[in-house]
């Protein structure tokens, strides 16, 4: 009788999944990636036990761990079989070395909605979700994106995404933009005025890491009449210090609706 082939080092170690599991690959299909600081915080558990459980999850090729930067954790991306695992249509995240501060940030963000940073939360919407919510949509289903007007590159409507969409608990639907460095007058002025013209959105919340650019999205504001709209936090660094997306300086209590002197019809 034939002998069964050996294992080799390609042979992915399928393995029961727990509910932790479970709940970390959800995580990381919501967002491009993540760091073994953001699972010890989703998770509750120490940084050492939650690169284990990385680890066994990376054997398994549910998870993909590619190194990056010299002296940075290594980033963690949902693989294909990981998708599957879950049921989730989300296509695979790409790296993007470019967004790396970035999207450690929107992902800390999360964690903190989810604590409650914001107030009871019906939903957090992550923006890989939105566009591919949008991007295979009845066209009967109201999308996520933001109307800016006009057309894009290819002649495609130009939209807008926020880092993250919460929905209330009371209806409310708040926008988190992570601005961590200045898109130029013109163009934040262009998203600020699709926020208004939207009457979904109660709120936007910018968190900006510098009184510059406080400053630059308060003064884009009120040149656009909308400043009841727009509210500001700061942040400290996301990825020196990665509990700071947690513990913001300012108000925490979420938006409220819009009122009438906000500018912008309802």
């Known amino acids: 009788m034939a002998r069964p082939p050996k294992p080799t080092a390609r042979t992915p170690r399928r393995v029961r999944l727990g509910e932790q599991d479970l709940e970390?690959?959800?995580?990381?299909?919501?967002?491009?990636?993540?760091?073994?600081?953001?699972?010890?915080?989703?998770?509750?558990?120490t940084v050492e036990a939650a690169r284990l459980r990385l680890a066994?999850?990376?054997?398994?090729?549910?998870v993909v761990k590619e190194p990056l930067f010299h002296r940075q954790p290594a980033m963690y991306l949902i693989a294909r079989d990981g998708l599957g695992a879950i049921g989730s249509a989300l296509p695979r995240p790409r790296r993007d070395i470019h967004a790396y501060e970035h999207d450690v940030g929107v992902a800390w963000l999360w964690i903190a909605a989810r604590r409650g940073t914001f107030g009871p939360l019906r939903e957090i919407v992550g923006e890989r979700r939105m566009r591919s919510h949008d991007g295979a949509r009845d066209p009967d289903v109201e999308p996520f994106a933001v109307k800016l007007g006009?057309?894009?590159?290819?002649?495609?409507?130009?939209?807008?995404?926020?880092?993250?969409?919460?929905?209330?608990?009371?209806?409310?639907?708040?926008?988190?933009?992570?601005?961590?460095s200045s898109k130029g007058r013109r163009r934040l002025e262009r998203i600020l005025s699709g926020y208004a013209?939207?009457?979904?959105?109660d709120g936007v919340v910018y968190l900006?890491?510098?009184?510059?650019?406080?400053?630059s999205v308060q003064g884009a504001a009120?040149?656009?009449?909308?400043?009841?709209?727009v509210h500001i936090q700061r942040v400290r660094s996301t990825v020196s210090?990665?509990?700071?997306?947690?513990?913001?300086?300012?108000n925490r209590s979420m938006p409220g609706r819009r009122g009438r002197d906000s500018g912008t019809a309802r």
């Open 208 to 215: 900006v890491p510098s009184a510059s650019l406080a400053r």
């Open 150 to 180: 006009g057309f894009g590159p290819r002649g495609r409507e130009s939209l807008h995404y926020p880092d993250l969409l919460l929905r209330a608990a009371d209806g409310r639907r708040v926008a988190l933009e992570l601005e961590l």
């Open 241 to 250: 210090n990665p509990t700071a997306a947690v513990a913001l300086e300012a």
């Open 24 to 45: 970390l690959l959800w995580f990381l299909a919501e967002h491009r990636m993540a760091l073994p600081e953001h699972v010890a915080a989703l998770l509750g558990t």
């Open 197 to 201: 013209a939207d009457p979904r959105i």
């Open 222 to 229: 009120r040149r656009l009449g909308i400043a009841s709209l």
């Open 56 to 62: 066994r999850l990376v054997r398994a090729e549910y």
